[in-house]
C-alpha cells in the first residue's frame, strides 16, 4: 500500500533520514521506533507531505505522492492523527469530528454560507458519519459534552474518530502514546487492536517500544536517520543493532 524508497531529507546539510526504504502492506500495523533524534519525525512527515524529500520515492496505492501537498495525499486515503493534536475549545465531541469534514461534502463551502437546502442534508449526513465513528472509539456517551472537559486519553480518541470519518485507506499515528498514563495507553492500544482486527492499515510512529511492539505486525528501526532493522516485534528485540542504538542513548 505505501512504499518508500530510498527517501532523504536534510536540515543544514546533515542528514534527518538518510536513504530510508520501507514499505507497508495492506491491513499491516507497521511501527517506526527509533531513539531520540532518530529521525521519525521527519520520516513521518515526508509521507504525509508536511516535509518534502531532497531524494527518493514514495508511492501510495501504486501512485507517485512524493511531490504531492498533504491534502491531495489525505484525499488519496491517507488520515493523520498529529503527535498531541488538540480539540477545539467551545464545541462539543460531535462537532469537533464534523469539522474538517465539511469540505469533502458535495454541496460545500457556498451552500454550507447561504445554508441552502443541501447544506442541512450534508449538516445530517456529516453528524451521522461523526457519531458512527465516536461509537467505533467508545465516545458515544460524550457526544454532546465540551471537548475540553474530556481527560486526555478520550482526546486521542477524538482525535482518531476525526482522522476516521475520512474512511481511510491508511492511518498514519505520530506518537499516539505520548503523555498518557498507563491506563490510558491500555486504552489507546486496545483500540487500535480493534481497527487492526477490521483491517485497517496503520503506521504507527512512537516512542514508546512496548507500546509498539504490542501492537505491530512488523517494526522498523531508525537510528541516527537510518533503517537499522525491519521484522517483527520479537526479531527487532533481540537484534544487536537495535539494543546498542537504544543502550547508547541510555549512556
Ligand atoms: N526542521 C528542522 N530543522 C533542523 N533540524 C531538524 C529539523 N527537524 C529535525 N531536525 C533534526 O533532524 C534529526 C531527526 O529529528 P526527528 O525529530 O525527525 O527525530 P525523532 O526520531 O522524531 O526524534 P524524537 O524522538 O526526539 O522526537 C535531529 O537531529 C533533529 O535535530
Known sequence: ML??????????????VHDVTLGVAEGEVCGVIGPNGAGKSTLFNLITGHLTADRGEISFLG?????????RRAR??????????????????????MVGMHGRTRAGFVSAALRLPRHHHDEREIAR?????LTRVGLTEWADRPADLLPIGQQRAL?????????????????????????????????????????????????????????????????????????????VRADPLVLAAYLGQAS
Not at 501512485?63 to 491534502?71: I, Q, T
Not at 493534536?85 to 460531535?94: D, Q, S, Y
Not at 458519519?129 to 465513528?133: E, G, I, L, R, S
Open 63 to 71: 501512485r507517485r505522492v512524493e511531490r504531492l501537498a498533504p491534502h
Open 3 to 16: 512504499t518508500v524508497t530510498g527517501v532523504s531529507r536534510s536540515f543544514g546539510g546533515v542528514y534527518a
Open 129 to 133: 458519519a461523526a457519531d458512527t465513528a
Open 159 to 235: 482525535q482518531l474518530a476525526r482522522a476516521l470519518c475520512a474512511r481511510p485507506r491508511l492511518l498514519l499515528l505520530d506518537e499516539p502514546a505520548s503523555g498518557l498514563r498507563a491506563g490510558e495507553r491500555e486504552h489507546l492500544a486496545a483500540l487500535v487492536e480493534e481497527l487492526r482486527a477490521d483491517g485497517l492499515t496503520i503506521l504507527l510512529i512512537e516512542h514508546d517500544v512496548a507500546f509498539v511492539t504490542r501492537l505491530a505486525d512488523r517494526v522498523v528501526v531508525l537510528d541516527l536517520g537510518q533503517v537499522i532493522a525491519d521484522g517483527s516485534p520479537a526479531e
Open 76 to 97: 488519496l486515503g491517507m488520515s493523520i492523527v498529529f503527535q498531541a493534536a488538540r480539540v477545539f475549545r467551545g464545541m462539543t465531541v460531535r462537532e469537533n469530528v
